[in-house]
Nanobody, 121 residues
Protein backbone atom coordinates (compact mmCIF):
# COMPACT_ATOMS: atom_id res chain seq x y z
CA UNK A 1 0.00 0.00 0.00
CA UNK A 2 1.44 3.35 -1.08
CA UNK A 3 0.24 6.74 0.10
CA UNK A 4 1.14 10.21 -1.12
CA UNK A 5 0.49 13.06 1.27
CA UNK A 6 0.76 16.69 0.18
CA UNK A 7 1.31 19.60 2.53
CA UNK A 8 2.23 23.27 2.39
CA UNK A 9 -0.80 24.80 0.73
CA UNK A 10 -2.54 27.88 2.03
CA UNK A 11 -3.52 31.48 1.39
CA UNK A 12 -0.88 33.83 0.03
CA UNK A 13 -0.90 37.32 -1.45
CA UNK A 14 0.00 37.91 -5.09
CA UNK A 15 3.75 37.93 -5.49
CA UNK A 16 4.22 35.64 -2.53
CA UNK A 17 5.71 32.17 -2.26
CA UNK A 18 4.71 28.74 -1.06
CA UNK A 19 6.51 25.41 -0.92
CA UNK A 20 4.49 22.26 -1.39
CA UNK A 21 5.71 18.86 -0.23
CA UNK A 22 4.66 15.38 -1.28
CA UNK A 23 5.70 12.54 1.02
CA UNK A 24 5.40 8.98 -0.26
CA UNK A 25 5.07 6.14 2.24
CA UNK A 26 4.47 2.42 2.17
CA UNK A 27 6.26 -0.40 0.35
CA UNK A 28 8.43 1.57 -2.07
CA UNK A 29 11.34 0.22 -4.09
CA UNK A 30 11.86 3.44 -5.95
CA UNK A 31 10.03 6.30 -7.63
CA UNK A 32 10.25 7.05 -11.32
CA UNK A 33 8.43 10.21 -12.32
CA UNK A 34 7.05 12.62 -9.76
CA UNK A 35 4.54 15.12 -11.04
CA UNK A 36 2.54 18.05 -9.78
CA UNK A 37 -0.90 18.75 -11.24
CA UNK A 38 -3.42 21.43 -10.38
CA UNK A 39 -7.13 21.87 -10.86
CA UNK A 40 -8.90 25.20 -10.62
CA UNK A 41 -12.67 25.44 -10.12
CA UNK A 42 -14.50 24.67 -13.34
CA UNK A 43 -11.32 23.70 -15.17
CA UNK A 44 -9.63 20.47 -16.14
CA UNK A 45 -6.70 19.14 -14.16
CA UNK A 46 -3.45 20.29 -15.74
CA UNK A 47 0.14 19.14 -15.48
CA UNK A 48 2.31 21.78 -13.83
CA UNK A 49 5.75 20.19 -13.40
CA UNK A 50 7.55 16.88 -13.83
CA UNK A 51 10.79 15.49 -12.41
CA UNK A 52 12.34 12.17 -13.34
CA UNK A 53 14.49 9.91 -11.18
CA UNK A 54 17.66 11.56 -12.45
CA UNK A 55 16.50 15.07 -11.67
CA UNK A 56 15.44 16.07 -15.16
CA UNK A 57 12.56 18.55 -15.07
CA UNK A 58 9.88 20.06 -17.27
CA UNK A 59 7.27 22.73 -16.64
CA UNK A 60 4.05 24.08 -18.03
CA UNK A 61 4.66 27.35 -19.87
CA UNK A 62 2.44 29.18 -17.40
CA UNK A 63 4.80 28.46 -14.48
CA UNK A 64 8.25 28.45 -16.12
CA UNK A 65 10.64 30.73 -14.31
CA UNK A 66 8.40 30.91 -11.24
CA UNK A 67 8.03 27.31 -10.03
CA UNK A 68 10.78 24.82 -9.24
CA UNK A 69 10.22 21.10 -8.80
CA UNK A 70 12.69 19.01 -6.82
CA UNK A 71 12.90 15.71 -4.98
CA UNK A 72 14.74 13.91 -2.22
CA UNK A 73 15.08 10.30 -3.33
CA UNK A 74 16.36 9.13 0.04
CA UNK A 75 13.23 10.48 1.73
CA UNK A 76 10.79 9.60 -1.10
CA UNK A 77 9.63 13.20 -1.03
CA UNK A 78 8.95 15.71 -3.75
CA UNK A 79 8.69 19.47 -3.58
CA UNK A 80 7.21 22.32 -5.57
CA UNK A 81 8.62 25.76 -4.79
CA UNK A 82 6.22 28.39 -6.07
CA UNK A 83 7.39 31.99 -6.32
CA UNK A 84 5.82 35.15 -7.75
CA UNK A 85 2.39 33.62 -7.28
CA UNK A 86 -0.52 35.02 -9.24
CA UNK A 87 -4.28 34.80 -8.63
CA UNK A 88 -4.54 32.47 -11.62
CA UNK A 89 -2.34 29.96 -9.75
CA UNK A 90 -5.23 29.39 -7.35
CA UNK A 91 -6.14 25.70 -7.50
CA UNK A 92 -5.99 22.41 -5.69
CA UNK A 93 -2.50 21.01 -6.25
CA UNK A 94 -2.05 17.25 -6.53
CA UNK A 95 1.06 15.11 -6.30
CA UNK A 96 1.29 12.16 -8.67
CA UNK A 97 4.08 9.59 -8.71
CA UNK A 98 5.06 6.44 -10.60
CA UNK A 99 6.08 4.20 -7.71
CA UNK A 100 7.97 0.91 -7.97
CA UNK A 101 6.20 -1.55 -5.70
CA UNK A 102 8.41 -4.62 -5.88
CA UNK A 103 11.94 -5.79 -6.66
CA UNK A 104 11.04 -6.51 -10.29
CA UNK A 105 10.34 -2.79 -10.78
CA UNK A 106 6.62 -3.10 -11.36
CA UNK A 107 5.21 0.35 -10.90
CA UNK A 108 1.90 2.12 -10.58
CA UNK A 109 0.83 5.75 -10.55
CA UNK A 110 -0.55 7.04 -7.27
CA UNK A 111 -2.26 10.32 -6.39
CA UNK A 112 -2.24 12.41 -3.27
CA UNK A 113 -5.38 13.93 -1.78
CA UNK A 114 -4.55 17.46 -2.91
CA UNK A 115 -3.72 20.69 -1.12
CA UNK A 116 -5.46 24.02 -1.69
CA UNK A 117 -3.45 27.01 -2.85
CA UNK A 118 -5.25 30.34 -2.87
CA UNK A 119 -3.58 33.49 -4.17
CA UNK A 120 -5.54 36.56 -3.21
CA UNK A 121 -5.12 39.98 -1.67
Amino acid sequence: QVQLVESGGGLVQPGGSLRLSCAASGTIFGINLMNWYRQAPGKQRELVAVIDSGGGTDYADSVKGRFTISRDNAENTGYLQMNSLKPEDTAVYYCNADVQIDISHRSYYYWGQGTQVTVSS
